[in-house]
């Protein structure tokens, strides 16, 4: 029986190999910002989701320093144990402050936020109305609830529209999306999302994992962009991008936050987030509404890469967030790309297939804050050598 499992875990590498979609893990030995070393070669990095350069701020390291020395490394339990420390509920409170809502709740990842919140409201004889370029996480949540999935057309609000007529026989409709998509970068139309659901009598939720922190006028996100804030009854994030930390948080009503402690099975069977996370989350939030300058530098640097890509017909339009993907196209061909990229000390990584639709692989360039003109010169070199 073991040889025949093992034959089938052979045959199953071989075929990822075979068609372009086998994956490795590579050892980071170091990093200072952008400069990564793997495998005793440096190398400039265009794939952290670290766009502010928060995770590096001295301050941020000092908070965690002494968050550990307060708390120790872990919360010890989950937070209806033992675990609800009280760096969690001051940085709830921070985090429903920025996000203009009453409550929020935080939990261990991003992941799991998603997964906790959609199915602790969300039933068999529900339905889930997504948008069909959402992430993997809301993905999951959607089958994992036993809901009828109803899939638009991405940021089509004529296709909602009619996903909404179809899901009126359904007992609770939610209504999901992305505000800034993870590969594409593009941004969704939040508030006509909002009112669509409000006049179906839909919930309406949003991901703000690639938004929190950087789109908007002080990078609250995607409702301060659209001046909708507290239209949308569901607001989700992470603290591993723009924030430079870990974790998740669900933001919204204080009923909302309530239902989390009490039915959502990824906080409740979670061990709290560690001490040294919640510190750094917290002191990044505070960083960025006193320091904007670190969104403008972020934004100078996507112009740059914008600049570059549209002058060599890598893309037809500028992107208006971090996340700057180029289509190479077939899965082989963006593996090869990836290479030569590596080849010339940069790492830009490589979204294939199930991540992507099998034949639209990319390489995904992730600006960041730390990027200097030397590096986003030797970006460029590197793109017109493609």
Known sequence: MRELFEKYLENRLAQARDSGLYR?????????????????RKYISFASNDYLGLSRHPDVIA????????YGAGAGASRLVI???????????????????EAARVFATGYLANIGAINSLIKPGDAIV?????????????????????????????????????????????????SVFSIDGDIAPVAETARLAKEFGAWSMIDEAHATGIIGASGRGSEELFDCTGEIDIVMGTFSKAVGSQGGFIAGSERLAEMMV??????IYSTGLAPAAS???????????????????????????????????????????????????????????????????LIVPVMRYPTVPMGEACLRISASTLHTTEHLEKLADGLAAL
């Open 24 to 40: 490795t893990l590579r050892a980071v030995d170091s990093f200072d910002g952008p400069e990564v070393e793997l495998e005793g």
């Open 63 to 70: 908070a965690a320093s002494e968050a550990i020395g307060k």
């Open 83 to 101: 675990g609800d420390l009280a760096i969690h509920r001051e940085l709830e409170k921070q985090i429903a402050t920025f996000k203009g809502r």
């Open 130 to 178: 997504s948008d069909e370029k959402n992430h993997s996480s809301i993905i999951d949540a959607c089958r994992l609830s036993g809901a009828k999935i109803l899939v638009y057309r991405h940021l089509d609000m004529n296709s909602l529209r009619e996903k909404l007529e179809e899901a009126k026989e359904f007992n609770n409709v939610l209504v999901a999306t992305e």
């Open 262 to 267: 009490n039915s959502s099975r990824t906080f």
């Open 279 to 345: 510190a750094s989350a917290l002191e990044s939030l505070r960083i960025m509404e006193r320091a904007p300058e670190l969104r403008e530098r972020l934004f100078e640097n996507v112009d740059f890469v914008n600049q570059v890509a549209l002058k060599l017909g890598m893309r037809k339009t500028p992107s208006e967030t971090p996340v700057i993907p180029l289509t190479i196209g077939g899965e082989a061909e963006a593996v090869k790309a990836f290479e030569m990229m590596k080849d010339r000390g």
